[in-house]
């Protein structure tokens, strides 16, 4: 079965905390949990020339604060792709490529490999000063290469993904989830392969609890070799990372966190209501829309006084968090709206509204563990 429909068919029998097995009851955050706690400076507003510094061994890598994540280029089990869409795609990659956000973040599953073929075609002739790529060592053990040849199948899927964009190396690459046969001792070794053979500056994690984050951290450090990210999922509807301390451990580690789902799969846009649902394979954060009225009011009562878009406000409550926000664009109308995240941000008064009407979501032992 091709990887696009392997990750939707494992999406919804459970690996999301709110599909298969697991009910999709809501659960706020406990009242008295300080949500400013874990939040930047007040007095600093990242904006478009903003960067953090993901550590690498050898080279560090400079990157923006937002980044567009690719899962939909290419990929029709979850997110109905047409080819007919990759003129809009081009003109979104066109407009944010210019505002300097060039950081896309894509996975070898997304689309079966096709996600990394349209990145190809978009970055060609660009400078590479101009854009990072990261993208995911597809874990899932339904390949020989993962079975048989577990500390080499990072590398080997590496070289594949580099092939199908068309480079040489790529600025980060991540374990895209927990669930890999190989230990950690032996997922350590093949990124360590992956780095010192120059295909990737840095590497990460994605959907790693605490615990192993830190245990793989531990084992890329024998290799000289820093933890630079651990990406999952967080928004206004699922503060897990936070309430759990995993924010917490990345800070005091120099993890960059990442949040993917950052809009709950447009959940958070605007676009969808009690009348409108998302489709049924959006599948994080899939808490039926009228459950989710409270939340959205006061998202949009804060978008309409501040005169931004309601994604833009959902974005900037991330990175009020010291979180980098990965967001979906397909089109111009999207890049724009999600740009306007940056140079502003919430007030502390701001953030406790949303606090008050947000989500704590649950984990899942097979995926979600971050």
Same mark, same amino acid.
């Given at each position: 079965?091709p990887e696009q429909?392997?990750?939707?068919?494992?999406l919804s029998?459970?690996?999301?905390?709110?599909?298969?097995? #697991?009910n999709?009851?809501t659960?706020?955050?406990?009242?008295?949990f300080?949500?400013l706690?874990?939040?930047i400076?007040?007095?600093? =507003?990242p904006?478009?020339?903003?960067r953090?510094?993901?550590?690498g061994? #050898?080279?560090?890598?400079?990157m923006?604060?937002?980044?567009?994540?690719?899962?939909?280029?290419g990929?029709k089990a979850?997110? #109905?792709?047409?080819?007919?869409?990759?003129?809009?795609?081009? +003109?979104a990659?066109k407009? =944010?490529?210019?505002?300097?956000?060039?950081?896309?973040?894509?996975?070898q599953?997304?689309?079966?490999?096709?996600?990394?073929?349209?990145i190809?075609?978009?970055?060609?002739?660009?400078?590479?000063?101009?854009?990072?790529?990261?993208?995911k060592?597809?874990?899932? !053990?339904?390949?020989?290469?993962n079975?048989?040849?577990?500390?080499?199948a990072?590398?080997?899927?590496?070289?594949?993904?580099?092939?199908? %964009?068309?480079?040489?190396?790529?600025?980060?690459?991540?374990?895209?989830?927990?669930i890999?046969?190989?230990?950690?001792?032996?997922?350590?070794?093949?990124l360590?392969?992956?780095?010192?053979?120059? %295909?990737?500056?840095?590497?990460g994690?994605?959907?790693?609890s605490?615990?192993?984050?830190?245990? %793989?951290?531990? +084992?890329?450090?024998?290799?000289?070799i820093?933890?630079?990210?651990?990406?999952?999922?967080?928004?206004?509807?699922?503060?897990?990372?936070?309430?759990?301390?995993?924010l917490?451990?990345?800070?005091e580690?120099?993890?960059?966190?990442?949040?993917y789902?950052?809009?709950?799969?447009?959940r958070l846009?605007?676009?969808?209501?009690?009348?409108?649902?998302? !489709?049924?394979s959006?599948?994080?954060?899939?808490?039926p %829309?009228?459950?989710?009225?409270?939340?959205?009011?006061?998202?949009?009562?804060?978008?309409?006084?501040?005169?931004?878009?309601?994604?833009?406000?959902?974005?900037?409550?991330?990175?009020?968090k010291?979180?980098l !926000?990965?967001?979906?664009?397909?089109?111009s109308?999207?890049a724009?709206d999600?740009?306007?995240?940056?140079?502003?941000?919430?007030?502390?008064?701001?953030?406790?509204?949303?606090?008050?009407?947000?989500?704590?979501?649950?984990?899942?032992?097979l995926?979600?563990?971050?």
């Open positions: 079965m429909h392997v990750l939707q068919a494992a029998s459970g690996l999301s905390a709110t599909e298969g097995i #697991h999709k009851k659960n706020g955050v406990d009242p008295s300080d949500g706690a874990i939040a400076p007040q007095d600093f =507003v904006n478009a020339s903003s953090v510094i993901f550590k061994k #050898h080279s560090n890598v400079e923006p604060y937002l980044s567009w994540g690719a899962w939909s280029w990929d979850t997110w #109905h792709w047409s080819p007919e869409e990759l003129p809009a795609l081009k +003109e990659w407009m =944010v490529v210019e505002a300097g956000q060039g950081w896309i973040d894509t996975a599953a997304y689309g079966s490999g096709e996600s990394e073929r349209i190809g075609d978009l970055i060609k002739g660009l400078p590479r000063n101009s854009y990072q790529i990261q993208t060592w597809y874990v899932v !053990p339904d390949n020989a290469t079975l048989f040849s577990p500390s080499k990072p590398a080997k899927m590496l070289r594949e993904s580099l092939d199908r %964009m068309g480079i040489d190396q790529i600025d980060s690459y991540l374990v895209h989830g927990p890999h046969v190989s230990s950690i001792k032996q997922v350590a070794k093949g360590a392969e992956c780095v010192e053979s120059g %295909m990737t500056k840095t590497v994690v994605a959907n790693y605490e615990e192993d984050m830190i245990h %793989m951290a531990d +084992e890329l450090s024998k290799y000289g820093p933890l630079a990210t651990n990406q999952c999922e967080f928004s206004i509807l699922r503060r897990l990372p936070e309430t759990s301390d995993l917490r451990a990345c800070r580690r120099g993890i960059h966190f990442q949040s789902s950052s809009l709950a799969q447009g846009s605007g676009k969808y209501d009690a009348e409108n649902e998302p !489709p049924k959006y599948r994080f954060s899939s808490y %829309m009228k459950d989710l009225e409270p939340t959205l009011a006061v998202l949009k009562s804060i978008a309409a006084r501040r005169e931004k878009p309601v994604s833009a406000v959902a974005l900037n409550y991330n990175i009020c010291g979180i !926000p990965v967001v979906g664009i397909r089109k109308k999207q724009k999600n740009l306007a995240a940056l140079g502003w941000r919430l007030t502390n008064d701001e953030i406790k509204e949303l606090d008050g009407v947000s989500l704590e979501g649950k984990a899942t032992k995926w979600q563990q971050g």
